[in-house]
C-alpha cells in the first residue's frame, strides 16, 4: 500500500474491489464512447481483474479515496515482436477523482512494478478522444508508434505508445 500525497492511497487490487473496478472502467469507457467491442469493455475478465492479475510478472493496483476505490491500472506480460515486454492494462479513473495526481500515482506505481518485475519495455493502447491520459503516458516518457504490436484483442484502440525502460535492449521501432 502506498500513500498519495494527493489524499488517497494505492494498493493491489482485492477481491472485494472487483464490482468496483469493472464498474469504474465501463462507466469511463461510456464517457469516452468505446462501450463497445473492440475496447476493455468486451473482455471477459472484467469481473474478476483481482484473480485476472494473479499471474507472474502481473499485477493490478487500485486507487482508494475516503475508503472507496476510484481508478485502477494493471501490468501484465504482453507476447509480441520483442521479448520481455509488458503491457499498461486497464488505466482508469473516475471524472471525479481527475486532476488531483491520482493519475499520475497510479502510473507511477505501474512503471516501478515494470521495473521490479525486470520487463525491458511497456506498450500501451488506448483511444484518441482521451487526451488527458495520453497527455500523461506521454509526460512519463511513452512514444507513440504508428500501428500497434502483438495481438491485444482491443482493435478499437487507435493510439499505441512504447516505453523503454533497458536501453541497451531497446530495438529501433520504425514510425
Same mark, same amino acid.
Given at each position: 500500500?502506498?500513500? &498519495?500525497?494527493?489524499? %488517497?492511497?494505492? $494498493?493491489?487490487?482485492?477481491?472485494? !474491489?472487483?464490482?468496483? #473496478? *469493472?464498474? #469504474? #472502467?465501463?462507466?469511463? /469507457? ?20 483481482? *484473480? ?22 494493471? #501490468?501484465?506480460?504482453?507476447? &509480441? ?11 482508469? /479513473? /473516475?471524472?471525479?477523482?481527475? %486532476? ?19 520487463? !525491458?519495455? &511497456? +506498450? ?12 500523461? +503516458?506521454? $509526460?512519463?516518457?511513452?512514444?507513440? /508508434? ?6 491485444? !484483442? ?22
Amino acid at each position: 500500500m502506498t500513500d &498519495c500525497a494527493v489524499g %488517497g492511497e494505492i $494498493r493491489a487490487i482485492q477481491p472485494g !474491489d472487483n464490482a468496483a #473496478i *469493472a464498474a #469504474i #472502467i465501463r462507466q469511463v /469507457l461510456t464517457e469516452f464512447g468505446a462501450n463497445r467491442p473492440g475496447f476493455a469493455w468486451a473482455d471477459p475478465e472484467l469481473e474478476t481483474l483481482a *484473480a485476472a492479475y494473479q499471474g507472474a510478472r502481473s499485477v493490478y493496483y487500485v486507487a482508494v479515496v475516503a475508503e472507496q476505490v476510484v481508478g485502477g491500472v494493471g #501490468i501484465a506480460p504482453f507476447p &509480441c515482436q520483442y521479448p520481455n515486454l509488458c503491457e499498461l492494462q486497464k488505466m482508469y /479513473l /473516475l471524472p471525479e477523482a481527475r %486532476g488531483r495526481g491520482l493519475g499520475r500515482a497510479l502510473l507511477n506505481q505501474a512503471l516501478a512494478a515494470v521495473q521490479t518485475f525486470g520487463y !525491458d519495455g &511497456c +506498450y500501451l493502447e488506448t483511444f484518441g478522444p482521451m487526451r488527458t491520459a495520453i497527455a500523461l +503516458y506521454e $509526460r512519463a516518457g511513452f512514444q507513440a /508508434l504508428p500501428t500497434p504490436l502483438g495481438e491485444s !484483442d482491443h482493435h478499437a484502440c487507435d493510439r499505441y505508445y512504447l516505453r523503454w525502460f533497458t536501453p541497451t535492449s531497446t530495438p529501433t521501432v520504425s514510425q
